[in-house]
Structures are given as structure tokens and as C-alpha cells.
């Protein structure tokens, strides 16, 4: 959605509204930005139970947040913030969590669209789900969201070197993860005794 200065300042209004408790304006800024809180938790939680708890949490820390926005950056560019730090909060509180739970063998088959384009995403998420949480979190953050290794230290609490490093075998990784299985080599028959 392109945000033009015109929805920019609807936002605006919309937000000092929502301040002084206008459910309407409440809604209606969840309804704008409901679907982009959602895409950027996703991405991090690689789940989307966990995407849509999280999405909540945000919504949540916002709305509690709201009477401290001062309008020095976009509200979207505020919002963003809150929903990566709302996941990355979650993604260490269920950390914490399944340290002290033992896996449950789920087997279940989830039911998803067909098409190339469908095809192609499962692809995706599927690789994204079998990097390790460091190097998805880092490429999530620096690729997909756009965020520069030095902000993604100061998020993650580490040094910009480390998540250099991470970006750069994550995306090593994923290569590997998403480049065609070898077939056998074309005219070649088996050796028969």
C-alpha cells in the first residue's frame, strides 16, 4: 500500500483521536495496519499461530504505547518497531518455555493453495523454518524488513560483526536448502555382475 501524505496525515488524526479513547479511530487504524503487523511478526515467528498471538501483543503494546507517539517518525515506521520487538520478545519468552517442555509429535497435514506461486512459498518457509533461530532472525530482520546490521545488534543485543556473519550463512544456507535435488547423471547404466 503506498502511504501517501494524505493517508499520512489521516493517520495523524486518526492516532490523536485514538488517544483520547475514539473506539472508531482505535479501529480504524488497526484495520490500515493489521495486515502488515501481521506480515512482519509472520516472517519472524515462521508459525502462524504464533504469528497471530504475537501480532496481538503488538496491537496491544501500541495501543497501550499510543499516548507516547510524538509523531518524530511515521506512525507505520513506529508501529514496525513494536511488532518486531513485540516477536523477537516472544520468540525469547517461548524459548524460555520449551526449555522446560518435552515435543509433542504432531503429524497433523495443514491444507495449502496450489499453484506455482503457492508452491514456491511453501518452499520458502519451509527452508526459512529449518535455518537456526539466529540466522533466520537476522535475515528476516536485514532482508526481508530492511534493517541494517547495526540496528539489528542493537535489537538482538549482539555485534554487528555477528550478524554479518549470521546473514552470510543463513543465506548460504538457504541455498542449499532451496537449490534442486541432484538427479543421476543421464546415460549412465548400472553396472550388472
Not at 73 to 100: Q, Y
Not at 132 to 142: D, I, N
Request: aromatic content about 6%; glycine content about 6%; some cysteine.
Amino acid at each position: 500500500m503506498l502511504w501517501t501524505r494524505e493517508r499520512i496525515m489521516e493517520d495523524l488524526e486518526l492516532i490523536e483521536q485514538a488517544k483520547v479513547g475514539d473506539a472508531g479511530a482505535v479501529r480504524a487504524l488497526y484495520q490500515r495496519h493489521a495486515s502488515r503487523v501481521y506480515a512482519v511478526v509472520r516472517r519472524l515467528a515462521g508459525d502462524d499461530t504464533l504469528a497471530e498471538d504475537w501480532a496481538q501483543d503488538a496491537w496491544l503494546r501500541a495501543f497501550r504505547a499510543l499516548p507516547t507517539f510524538r509523531g518524530e517518525s511515521a506512525f507505520t515506521t513506529w508501529l514496525h518497531r513494536i511488532a518486531v520487538n513485540s516477536a523477537l520478545h516472544g520468540r525469547r519468552s517461548r524459548e524460555r518455555r520449551t526449555g522446560r517442555e518435552a515435543p509433542i509429535d504432531d503429524n497433523s497435514a495443514s491444507v495449502r493453495p496450489q499453484g506455482d506461486n503457492a508452491v514456491l512459498r511453501l518452499r520458502l518457509e519451509k527452508a526459512m523454518e529449518r535455518l537456526p533461530e539466529g540466522m533466520r532472525r537476522v535475515l528476516v530482520l536485514h532482508d526481508v524488513e530492511g534493517y541494517t546490521h547495526e540496528e539489528i545488534a542493537a535489537m538482538l543485543g549482539v555485534n554487528p560483526g555477528t550478524c554479518k556473519s549470521q546473514l552470510f550463512k543463513a543465506r548460504a544456507r538457504m541455498r542449499a536448502l532451496l537449490s534442486p535435488a541432484p538427479t543421476p547423471a543421464e546415460g549412465v547404466e548400472a553396472c550388472s555382475t
